[in-house]
């Protein structure tokens, strides 16, 4: 069974902002101090050691996240293209609010974020499904690599759903919020049911694997 600690990064100046990140990486997507400091806190909570390695999204705060989680237990470390953030495309950067005062019909009004039939607005930008494509396909090409690996995935809020979604196999990935800054979720895949199991979703106490 391979098992996965899916983690958010930390806190940066775009999600202060209440900007739409997407996939820039800028000045205003690094880790700002309350990012940092939210890392180190669960750093000193979470002792990584019994992990096997740490898969890290190519952008920068993901690099930032996982250069705090891994000071001390020191595991090897690769980048995966897909457990990047998704793109909103021309959206990417722009202040969320203005988006959904100016589009509200393409944004839940409980979650205050786009639904899957923004893409007809936003150019270039991704689908819901493509995402939920490429976690699932990276979480079993994880596990067939390594069967009974512990992996630390650092990675991004809507990605985040996406595993969790695909993990519990919900149509509807309205029904789930993005998990907060440097949280915790917990999946594993059973080589012996080819299962997904979702043990916990946006967890900040993790004393307890």
Known sequence: MTTFYFIRH?????????????????????????????????????????????????????????????????????????????????????PNAQLEAEHPSVFDPVLHDVLPDYVQLASDGEQFSHVRQRVDAFMHDAADQYPDDNIIVVSHGFTIKAAAVVATSTQDMMSIPEPDNSSVTKITLSDETMRYYLWYYNRFNTTVY
């Open 10 to 94: 930390g806190q940066t100046t775009a999600n202060a902002l209440g900007l739409k990140q997407g996939i820039i990486n800028d000045a205003q997507t690094h880790l700002n101090t309350a990012g940092q400091q939210e890392i180190q806190r669960l750093h000193q909570q979470f002792d990584i050691s019994f992990a096997d390695r740490i898969v890290i999204s190519p952008l920068d705060r993901a690099r930032e996240t996982a250069s705090i989680l891994n000071e001390d237990a020191r595991l090897p470390l690769t980048t995966d293209q897909r457990v990047n953030e998704i793109s909103y495309g021309s959206w990417d950067g722009q």
